[in-house]
Structures are given as structure tokens and as C-alpha cells.
């Protein structure tokens, strides 16, 4: 299906547009405020792009394909309907692994009749000869996305266990494994079939490696990792095939994800080559586990308490993890958070890069519920301000508040930046009990001191509870 209308400057405007809409659906993406706006931006370059390909394309048969769309998008569409904001880490992860299989998909396909992707010349010669370079990363790429993805999928749907799996020599099996992928890749214009399936073959089974030996606490990391992995591929594909919509789309997927995964790095002091490495984070301490903590004497609320504490503040802080998105407390803390600004209590809401499982996991909860973008600050903005602010509120929010990321140097945390909620006057923790110890496995000081209320209780229950004792 190679490109056969390029000549045309239609067709070349027409994805330029496209392009373009990309980037604007990039920009709007990058702040909640202006999201819906580039998710629109976005679908209506896709819309472009797909009509152009088909326009200029000869079909064989245009209603299977544009029955396969209406299959596929009534999927996709019934899904964004029913699914739980608390799902949308994996599905994010299952989609991801639906647009590396689609690479390898094609990349077959094309290698065993290129002719039906028209990358065959006028005299039957395969010009694909050219670009198997391309193919060979795009498979790769794609198969690597694919079943590393899975296990991402495995991991945050409760399907596998978060905490890492370490296999004896990972780092010397997997840098051997990559290495021969390369190699495999480089010799590849031989167009040797026992090649081309190897590469397949070896790129499935670094995925799994790569993502298994990988804790739950870093897992917002490779969420952003795969995505940036998903648009390589799909450029790769693009160059393959010769479609200047794929290479832009793949692009700047590609490059975006490696952006933000960067950014993720950063905000967790990890370093971006052991992400790639696989298995970085991974190493647990003697500080891994928290049960033992659990006979240790804490201060114990109520709703009442704490709607009390919190009516009496000039601040009031708050800080939402993943437990605040399991319990889907998001739209009462909003109420809470009126509540509280009726009676003249300033109120903002502080978001670590990592909480929960996906970047931007609090920051798309909070927009469900119509939180002012105002009141919603970043780490590096808010964090200054524990220390003034009367009251901090962590709702299910464990390992981004854990001071044992500065303290304890065999934390699997240790050296992730940490909201210092522990500097407030007073900490409300909101806790379904005493007995988890976060994704990372890592029990929390916090619950331990003097100036912590421990209020356990289902999240969205006792956020209820304390929005009627606000009202009364």
C-alpha cells in the first residue's frame, strides 16, 4: 500500500494539515484546561489522514475496510464510555500493546506480499529492498511494545503482582537479547525470512524481560516509556510503507512519550537509560515491606475530627493518590473542598509527577470532578508551602508522601522527590487501614507522627462523612 499519490499537492496539504493538528491535539493535551480541545484537535487529524489514505489508494475492497473502522471504533467508543477512571492506567497499557501488534501486523503482512502494499515497481522488483531497515525496527519495535505492554496491562489490573520479578543475569540476558535484535536488524537487507521472523520472535521476549523485573511504583514510567515506544514503531512502519502521515503521527508520539518520560524520570530521580534497561527502581530493601508497623501506637480521627480541624484553618492542603481514584472519592473531595472556601479556608490541591498510575492520573481525576485548574499545583510549586499551611489532607496517597525516599537508602523509593506533607501543622492521612503499605511496598513515617490523624475509612465514605460535618 505504498504511497502512490505523493506527486500530488493535494495530498501532500492534506497531511501537512493533519500534521499540524497533531501538534495543536499535542499543545491542548498539555494543560487540563485546553485537553478536550486537543483531544478534538487530534481525532480531526486522524480524520484527514485516514480519508486521504483511502482516497488515494487503491482499495480493494472499501467496505470491508470501512466496516472494520465502524467495528473497531464502536469497540473503542463503548469502552471510553463504560470504563472507570480508575481503569484508564491499563486500558492506556492495552491500547499501547493494540498499536504495537498492529505494526508487527502489518510489517508481515507486507513482507509476505508486498505486492498488495504496492511496494512493488512497475516491473515486479521489490523496492521495499530499500526501507528493510525500517521494517526491521518497526517490527521490532512494535513486537517489543506489544508484550511489554501485556505485563504492564498484568500489572496494574491486579492480573500479576506489582512487586518486581528479578531473574538471575536479567541485565546480561537482556542487553545480549537487544544486541542480537540489532544485529539481526542490521543484516536484514539479505531479506532472509528466517531473519525476519527471529527478529519477531527475540523483540517479544525482550518486552516481557524488560517490563517484569519493573516494581508497581515506577509503573507510571513505563506507561509513558510504551507510549513513546508505540509511535516509533508506527514511524518506522511509515517509512516502510511510505506514508508521510505515519511518520509524522509516529513522530511525534514517539517523541512526546520520550519527552514525558524524561520528565517522569526527573521527577523520580531515576535514570532514563535504566528505564530503557529495564528493571531500574527494582532493588528492595530490608524497608520493603510494612506490616510489622502495624502494632506500632498511631493517633487515630474521625470525620468529625477532621471537618472540625480543617473548619479552623486559614490553609488547607490537599494531596490525592490512587486511593482517592480506586474509591472514586474525587467529586465529594470537590464538594469538601466548597465546603471549606465557603468558610474562608483557602484550599489547593497538591499533584506529585507519579501519583497514581499514569502521568497525569490526578490531574485527569480532578478535571472529572470541575476542580479549578487554579487550585492545582505541580510538586516543584506547591511543595514550599506545607510548611505554612495549617492542615495537609492525603487522600489514599502512600509512596509520593513516604520520607523514606530521603532517609532510607535501601528504600526501593529512596531519591524520588516527595511532597513534604509531614511539615504542616497537622496531617490528615486517609487510610482504608493500617495494614497496606502503598504500591512500593514501603510503610510511611507519617502515620506515626505526633502531628497525624490517621482517619480509616473507604476514601469517598469518610470525605462524605466529613463534607457533613462541614455543612452543620
Request: proline share 4%; with cysteine; net charge neutral.
Amino acid at each position: 500500500m505504498h504511497e502512490i499519490a505523493s506527486v500530488s499537492p493535494l495530498v501532500a496539504f492534506a497531511y501537512l494539515v493533519s500534521g499540524i493538528l497533531f501538534i495543536l491535539a499535542l499543545r491542548g493535551l498539555s494543560s487540563p484546561a485546553t485537553s478536550r480541545r486537543g483531544n478534538r484537535l487530534g481525532m480531526a487529524g486522524m480524520a484527514i489522514a485516514v480519508g486521504t489514505t483511502l482516497y488515494t489508494h487503491d482499495v480493494v475492497s472499501l467496505p470491508e475496510i470501512i466496516g472494520a473502522i465502524i467495528v473497531g471504533g464502536g469497540i473503542g467508543f463503548l469502552i471510553a464510555r463504560r470504563i472507570e477512571m480508575t481503569a484508564m492506567p491499563q486500558l492506556v497499557a492495552a491500547f499501547h500493546s493494540l498499536v504495537g501488534l498492529a505494526a508487527v501486523l502489518v510489517g508481515a503482512a507486507a513482507f509476505l506480499n508486498p505486492g498488495a502494499f504496492g511496494v512493488l515497481d512497475s516491473d515486479g522488483l521489490d523496492i521495499l529492498k530499500n526501507s528493510r531497515i525500517e521494517m526491521g525496527l518497526g517490527v521490532a519495535i512494535g513486537a517489543i511494545t506489544f508484550s511489554g505492554s501485556v505485563i504492564a496491562f498484568l500489572k496494574l489490573n491486579g492480573n500479576m503482582s506489582g512487586k518486581p520479578i528479578m531473574l538471575p543475569g536479567r541485565h546480561l540476558i537482556n542487553l545480549g537479547t537487544l544486541a542480537a535484535i540489532l544485529v539481526l536488524v542490521s543484516l536484514y537487507h539479505l531479506n532472509t525470512p528466517a531473519l525476519f521472523w527471529t527478529i519477531i520472535g527475540l523483540s517479544f521476549a525482550i518486552g516481557f524481560l524488560l517490563i517484569i523485573p519493573i516494581g508497581g511504583a515506577d509503573m507510571p514510567v513505563v506507561v509513558s516509556m510504551l507510549n513513546s515506544y508505540s509511535g516509533w514503531a508506527a514511524a518506522a512502519m511509515g517509512f516502510t510503507l511510505g506514508n508521510t502521515a505515519m511518520i509524522i503521527t509516529g513522530a511525534l508520539v514517539g517523541s512526546s512519550g520520550a519527552i514525558l518520560s524524561y520528565i517522569m524520570c526527573k521527577a523520580m530521580n531515576r535514570s532514563f537509560i535504566s528505564v530503557i534497561a529495564g528493571g531500574f527502581g527494582a532493588e528492595t530493601g530490608p524497608s520493603g515491606g510494612g506490616a510489622a508497623a502495624i502494632d506500632r501506637p498511631y493517633k487515630r480521627g474521625s470525620a468529625e475530627d477532621a471537618a472540625f480541624l480543617m473548619k479552623q484553618a486559614d490553609s488547607v492542603i490537599i494531596v490525592p493518590g490512587y486511593g482517592m481514584a480506586v474509591s472514586q472519592a474525587q467529586h465529594a473531595l470537590r464538594e469538601m473542598g466548597d465546603l471549606l472556601k465557603k468558610e474562608g479556608v483557602s484550599v489547593k490541591y497538591a499533584i506529585h509527577p507519579v501519583a497514581g498510575r499514569m502521568p497525569g492520573h490526578m490531574n485527569v481525576l480532578l478535571a472529572e470532578a470541575n476542580v479549578p485548574y487554579d487550585e492545582v499545583f505541580e510538586l516543584e510549586d506547591i511543595n514550599s508551602e506545607f510548611g505554612q499551611a495549617d492542615v495537609a489532607f492525603v487522600i489514599g496517597a502512600n509512596d509520593v508522601t513516604n520520607p523514606a525516599a530521603k532517609t532510607d537508602k535501601t528504600s526501593p523509593i529512596y531519591g524520588m522527590p516527595i511532597l513534604d506533607v509531614a511539615n504542616a501543622k497537622s496531617v490528615l492521612f486517609v487510610k482504608r487501614s493500617m495494614g497496606g503499605a502503598g504500591y512500593a511496598g514501603v510503610d510511611n513515617e507519617v502515620f506515626y507522627m505526633d502531628n497525624t490523624m490517621m482517619l480509616l475509612a473507604d476514601a469517598k465514605k469518610m470525605v462524605e462523612e466529613i463534607v457533613k460535618g462541614l455543612a452543620h
